[in-house]
């Protein structure tokens, strides 16, 4: 199952190339780029792991997507995803934040029904990949 | 089936002189030219290299194969005679003729790249390397990355980290090394790998007396000052005993001379009491500014 989560998600996965612009385009607005990864994409998921700290003071692409690739290879099993962070205007955000690399299989997410008082049903969603024990899964 | 740049035809001839022009290089060369008192060995090595780099563009849009040539480079002289002045001139013109593509220029130290303890170098390295990608990095006294005397020292790891992104990221960055040139050449006969990529080794000669006369004229039109009339003999007299005295530092001396002159100038004119002072004086340096310095003292 494909995940659609972040900016450009509903695109064809983008090169290298387009996330470079990308990343370009976010230092060009003075934005600090991270790079984080995670087995587990459940849309509550907020905290993914970081892939070393935030990147400030980068004047160029090519030294996010050095560790873009090496997050990507350390990880090939793991979603990728680039965070731009706004700390420009004295509040702090995040501007930009998109997918960069999926697992070769999606694992994907199954409903849990939960029996709830009065014959009420509650519905959630637990992602596939954290059946595996925790041994595995880092 | 759309037509691409690639499949027209490729030229049969392309103008040098208007691809220079293009880039704006001549300009660049030309302020090198004013703004850099001597170093004609420097210039003529920049002069060569913006060849280079012009001529591959050309053979780009000929069509001809044009692999980017490596660029890293070392710096030897001794202090003050403009190693750092020079590398930021070389990260304007590398990105005038579209070599690196940012043009700014990181300058660090062996401190910013070796960490303290096991595991701290590398991130240290890498994050440097990063800051510098697009641009210029540009390692001060570099012969401090690697001390031979201590076999456990995290310079090596340093080191084998940049080596490794000189070699396949040679169109992301130029690294320039700087430093004394007998200890450049120790550290480069203990690190072989460091030598054989860099491929443009510059030595700054020392400044003679008269070149170091006209950087003492261009500090001073750039602060805004001028020398008396009769300030410009003592100059001249300051230059030749202060070249042979010990920790003579070129044209960073003359700097720290020109600041102690300011010095006494200030004091000069503070101490006339009551005197209302115009633009002249305000912006003139006396002989007697000169004169107190202890190089005049024997």
Redo the contacts between chains.
């Keep these: 199952m494909r995940i659609t989560q972040g900016t450009f998600s509903f695109l064809p996965d983008l090169t290298d190339a387009e996330i470079g612009a990308q990343i370009g385009y976010a230092l060009a607005r003075g934005w600090a780029v991270s790079v984080e990864h995670t087995d587990d994409p459940h849309p509550r998921n907020a905290y993914w792991e970081m892939w070393g700290m935030p990147m400030f003071d980068l004047k160029d692409a090519a030294g996010a997507m050095m560790e873009v690739k090496a997050c990507r290879q350390a990880f090939p099993a793991h979603y990728v995803k680039v965070n731009a962070f706004d700390a420009t205007q004295g509040w702090e955000t995040t501007r930009l934040s998109f997918i960069v690399h999926r697992p070769a299989a999606e694992p994907g997410f199954r409903v849990v029904r939960q029996e709830g008082p009065g014959r009420a049903v509650r519905y959630t969603i637990e992602s596939y990949a954290v059946d595996r024990p925790e041994g595995s899964r880092y | 089936m759309t037509a691409t740049a690639s499949d027209l035809p490729a030229p049969d001839s392309v103008d040098l002189a208007a691809l220079a022009r293009e880039t704006g290089v001549p300009e660049v060369l030309d302020e090198l030219e004013r703004d850099l008192v001597g170093l004609a060995p420097v210039k003529a090595r920049i002069r060569d290299i913006a060849a280079l780099l012009l001529v591959d563009r050309g053979r780009r849009l000929l069509g001809l194969p044009a692999e980017p040539p490596s660029l890293h480079m070392c710096f030897t002289g001794n202090p003050g005679t403009g190693k750092t002045t020079v590398a930021m001139r070389m990260a304007q013109i590398l990105h005038r003729l579209g070599y690196v593509?940012?043009g700014?220029l990181v300058a660090v130290t062996r401190d910013d790249l070796v960490g303290q303890y096991i595991g701290h170098t590398a991130?240290k390295t890498?994050?440097v390397?990063?800051?510098a990608?697009?641009?210029v990095l540009f390692i001060d006294e570099a012969y401090y990355l690697y001390r031979p005397e201590n076999e456990r020292d995290y310079g090596q790891e340093a080191i084998e980290i940049l080596l490794q992104v000189m070699e396949n990221?040679r169109d992301?960055?130029v690294v320039i090394l700087a430093g004394y040139k007998d200890r450049m050449e120790t550290f480069f006969r203990s690190n072989p790998g460091m030598a054989s990529r860099i491929a443009h080794h510059i030595d700054f000669p020392d400044y003679s007396p008269d070149e170091l006369h006209a950087i003492a004229g261009l500090m001073l039109a750039r602060m805004g000052y001028r020398l008396a009339p009769d300030a410009e003999a003592v100059l001249r007299d300051y230059i030749a005993r202060r070249v042979v005295q010990p920790h003579f530092a070129n044209a960073r001396s003359i700097r720290n001379a020109l600041d102690r002159a300011r010095l006494r100038q200030a004091t000069r004119l503070v101490a006339a009491t009551g005197s209302v002072v115009g633009r002249d004086e305000l912006a003139t340096l006396a002989a007697a500014d000169l004169r107190q310095s202890r190089v005049f003292n024997d």
């Design positions: 593509r940012r700014h991130p890498r994050e390397l990063k800051k990608m697009g641009g990221q992301d960055l």
